[in-house]
């Protein structure tokens, strides 16, 4: 990124008070944890999408529970990274409201201490029983979920589901229609890490009023970059702890 990009990516934080993001995996890879569909991304190298498909994990929650021990390790361990950080920062000493609306389900906003976060795509830190609705914490089932075992309700023996959205499903209306009103009353919106290819979450930057600015901090280009006042195609790390630098 060029001198140019990170003064001008200061100078948008600065002027602006209200700000709404939306974050997705490319915001947690400098944690360790890998995205989606970069070269690198789960759905490159391990698996494809429909593994998180709804329908496929009722006719085989087996395969889902097996593929994601490792996935669930490495979220469980992962720490907050320079750019979760600089996201806080912005409010705690910097005095701006900052609502992130993430589809990531590692939590690490709330780590970094954001004040406001909104899971649109659902967390894993509780499961619901796919039959009774019976409704429970992921911490109690932390050794089974890292050796893979099929989660099974006690009462009744349905599988649990962890409560992340799955394709087929719908999002968590609360958290989806907070956001929306974020979009809306936002006078900065940052896209950061997300390729935008899954609807309605890609579609919450579009809310925005056509006076609020948009920046965009994503390693591959999206569809969104020519709408954008600025884009920025390297590191969000990198990137915002440059510019806060310069608050
Ligand atoms: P993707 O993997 O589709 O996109 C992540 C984007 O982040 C890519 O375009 C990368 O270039 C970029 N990126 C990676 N590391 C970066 C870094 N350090 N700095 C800047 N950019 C970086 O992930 P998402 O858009 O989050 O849904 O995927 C959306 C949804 O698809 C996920 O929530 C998940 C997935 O299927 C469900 O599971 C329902
Ligand atoms: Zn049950």
Do not use: W
Request: some cysteine.
């Amino acid at each position: 990124m060029t001198p140019h990009e990170i003064s001008q990516l200061a100078e948008l934080l600065k002027e602006a008070k209200k700000i709404a993001c939306l974050t997705g995996a490319g915001m947690s890879t400098e944690s360790g944890i890998p995205d989606f569909r970069s070269s690198t991304g789960i759905y490159n190298t391990l698996t494809s999408e429909d593994i998180f498909d709804i329908n496929r994990f009722r006719r085989n929650p087996d395969d889902f529970y097996r593929f994601n021990s490792s996935f669930y390790t490495t979220l469980m361990d992962a720490q907050p990274n320079a750019g979760h950080l600089a996201l806080a920062r912005l409010e705690s000493e910097f005095g701006k409201k900052v609502v992130v609306s993430t589809q990531n389900i590692d939590g690490l906003h709330q780590k970094a201490n954001s004040s406001t976060v909104y899971e649109v795509h659902g967390t894993m830190r509780t499961l619901t029983c796919m039959k009774c609705r019976k409704h429970v914490s992921s911490d109690d089932y932390v050794q089974q979920l890292k050796e893979g075992k099929t989660l099974r309700c006690e009462a009744c023996g349905a599988p649990y589901k962890p409560d992340i959205t799955f394709f087929g499903e719908a999002l968590p209306e609360e958290a989806y229609m907070k956001s929306l009103e974020a979009f809306e009353k936002a006078d900065l919106v940052m896209v950061l890490g997300t390729s935008l290819k899954v609807y309605p979450a890609a579609a919450l930057p579009s809310y925005r009023s056509t006076l609020a600015k948009f920046i965009i901090i994503n390693r591959m280009e999206t569809d969104a970059d020519d709408d954008a006042d600025l884009v920025i195609h390297d590191s969000i790390g990198e990137a915002l702890t440059k510019a806060l630098e310069r608050l």
